[in-house]
């Protein structure tokens, strides 16, 4: 009797280890989903506020991720550093409010055809403006 109690023990220790190892869990970071859609223009590099400008200037040669905010507006600006050649294109992605923060997303597309590109060097980033908030910008 003693040696089936134990063995019923074993099995139902088994059987909840096992249950609690099947089960999943999902980890999310609190927050981060989005809320909404934010309405966004890509500006023209005349349009660039001037001190934002400089900074890009200082930092074209790399990677680079920027906020600016100027009176009603939030720049966002995504650089891809020095590229060998010219042909690049930037395609945005995401740019979405969520609780705690401004989600931005871009991507660096390279030249389909190389025959046909510039042989200098070039230095692809975007800018985008759209409305001025308190949440700090996420890149992702």
């Given at each position: 009797m003693k040696r089936l109690m134990k063995k019923y023990c074993y099995v139902v220790a088994i059987l909840l280890f096992s249950s609690m190892l099947l089960t999943g869990c999902k980890i999310t970071k609190a927050g981060t989903e989005k809320i909404r859609?934010?309405?966004?223009t890509v500006v023209d590099e005349e349009d660039i506020p001037d001190l934002l400008k400089e900074e890009i200037?200082?930092?074209?040669?790399?990677?680079f991720k920027l906020s600016y905010l100027e009176e009603g507006a939030l720049y966002i600006a995504?650089?891809?550093?020095?590229?060998?050649?010219?042909?690049?294109?930037?395609q945005m992605q995401?740019?979405?409010?969520?609780?705690?923060a401004i989600y931005f997303k871009a991507d660096?597309?390279?030249?389909?055809d190389r025959s046909g590109v510039s042989k200098a060097v070039s230095y692809p980033y975007i800018v985008i403006k759209t409305e001025r908030r308190g949440e700090n910008v996420i890149f992702d």
């Open positions: 859609d934010l309405e966004y200037e200082q930092k074209k040669a790399e990677d995504r650089g891809f550093g020095m590229q060998e050649t010219g042909g690049y294109s930037i995401e740019l979405y409010l969520a609780d705690n660096l597309i390279g030249p389909e």
